[in-house]
């Protein structure tokens, strides 16, 4: 059963008392919307608290899926680079325009805003791993075993060989030369130890130009490298409305990196108190989403199947793609990527049931009900405050933290009665953190006196 109240036009009003502004002469209503907008999203990035469940058929033999693509409705990306470029106008005091028209002053243009867009969300994707993609490009073998990748890759996660003359899939460990060189010297030449003629059997990206990736050994044969990787976004354009291909409800970590970068400009932008506080909730937001979980539970057919990375079964049973069968274990990777191990073969046909943190669904129509509580409409509206402050400069700010951290304690209190209730939910949403294991963490720079 869903809830009754408020609509969006209820808390429009109720933020705008808040602000002291009933007539919306100072916020307008749509700039209300956007701020309440964000504050579920950011709600539910910070407490997983929409949740539900969807099915969807696995094709026979296909071991890897989209979250956005087969589970559209629950997982879409559809935050584009006009919204976040509304809500920069918003918060920079500039009037919002539509369209790709810049109409405001000469401190910003579109193609400024646009150019931090991209640069914090190509960073997002970077820190995070959030957004993982499934790439299957065509080589012609080499006496050197080096590939080339496309321009918009920028860390591989996993990679298979697949040679065009057996199809036989080989899994590649994650190694460098510097091993390789220890331990197997001959494998130039395709040989290890006394076996000569060895296929693939490991990868780096160590000692490689930018965007290549060395197969160990050179394979023989022309074959497919089969990786998930991270990739850059799609180029964004201020003219073009297009997804930043970022999940929905971490779109507002972006924004404020972006405006981080924006208020340390030199000049009439520059204000260092409210860049600094950007650039705090951007890593706040970029540590959030690499700890969060998307699916929670998952069947097959009626029966219960178990939670486990992708990263793991790379690394300890990395033939899992190799076997057929019904599917006895999830596999998850970022926010996006699932894997059933082993690959859906023989029995089927296979029916996938999830339960997953949804995106947060957001008003549009004055009469569209805010899915949430009592009690956390308050908070809501607390963290909706706290944003429509913003544009009063650093002062304000300042004095809004506390809606802030009232806010953020709602949502603390929030996760922890769920846990309570739920005595193993933090092994369930922890199925994310075992992700890390694939890449290892940076050493703290060492500040230069």
Not at 241 to 247: A, D, E, F, M
Not at 368 to 391: E, N
Not at 407 to 434: E, F, K, N, Y
Request: glycine letters at 6%.
């Amino acid at each position: 059963m869903a809830y009754t109240s408020p609509t969006l036009a209820q808390a429009q009003a109720a933020l705008a008392a808040r602000l002291y502004d009933p007539s919306n002469v100072y916020w307008t209503a749509a700039e209300l919307t956007v701020y309440l907008r964000e504050s579920l999203r950011w709600w539910n990035a910070a407490t997983s608290h929409f949740r539900e469940s969807a099915s969807f058929p696995l094709t026979m033999a296909q071991a890897i899926f989209d979250l956005p693509t087969v589970l559209p409705t629950l997982r879409a990306q559809s935050v584009t680079n006009w919204d976040l470029v509304t809500d920069l106008q918003y918060a920079l005091l500039e009037p919002p325009a539509a369209g790709g028209t810049w109409t405001g002053t000469d401190q910003f243009d579109l193609t400024v805003l646009s150019t931090a867009i991209q640069r914090r969300r190509d960073q997002f994707l970077r820190e995070t791993g959030a957004v993982l993609s499934s790439l299957a490009t065509v080589f012609v073998a080499n006496a050197t075993g080096r590939f080339e990748l496309a321009e918009n890759v920028l860390i591989v996660r996993t990679a298979d060989w697949i040679p065009n003359a057996t199809l036989l899939r080989l899994p590649l460990l994650k190694t460098d030369e510097w091993a390789a060189n220890t331990f197997a010297p001959a494998w130039p030449s395709g040989a290890i130890g006394s076996i000569t003629s060895v296929p693939p059997i490991a990868y780096s990206v160590s000692v490689t130009p930018p965007l290549f990736i060395q197969v160990i050994p050179p394979p023989a044969t022309d074959g497919v490298l089969d990786a998930v990787t991270i990739n850059a976004g799609a180029a964004i354009n201020p003219v073009i409305n297009l997804s930043l291909g970022v999940p929905d409800d971490w779109a507002w970590v972006i924004k404020f990196g972006a405006l981080a970068d924006l208020l340390q400009q030199d000049g009439l932008a520059l204000d260092a108190q409210r860049a600094d506080y950007c650039e705090q909730r951007w890593r706040q937001g970029i540590d959030q989403a690499k700890k969060a979980s998307v699916v929670l539970t998952a069947r097959i057919n009626g029966s219960t199947i178990r939670l486990a990375s992708l990263a793991d079964a790379t690394t300890f049973t990395p033939l899992w793609q190799l076997l057929t069968g019904p599917p006895q274990t999830l596999l998850t990777a970022g926010h996006t990527l699932i894997a059933c191990s082993p690959p859906a073969g023989g029995g089927g046909p296979y029916t996938a049931l999830l339960d997953v943190v949804r995106n947060a669904p957001v008003p549009a129509a004055g009469g569209d009900i805010l899915q949430i509580s009592q009690d956390v409409y308050d908070s809501i509206l607390d963290y909706a405050q706290h944003l429509a402050l913003f544009k009063q400069g650093a002062g304000q700010l300042q004095l809004a933290t506390a809606l802030l951290v009232r806010a953020a304690t709602a949502a603390g209190v929030d996760l922890r009665l769920q846990q309570a209730s739920q005595p193993s939910r933090v092994p369930l949403l922890s199925q994310s953190l075992q992700d890390e294991h694939v890449e290892p963490r940076e050493e703290e720079a060492i500040p230069v006196s």
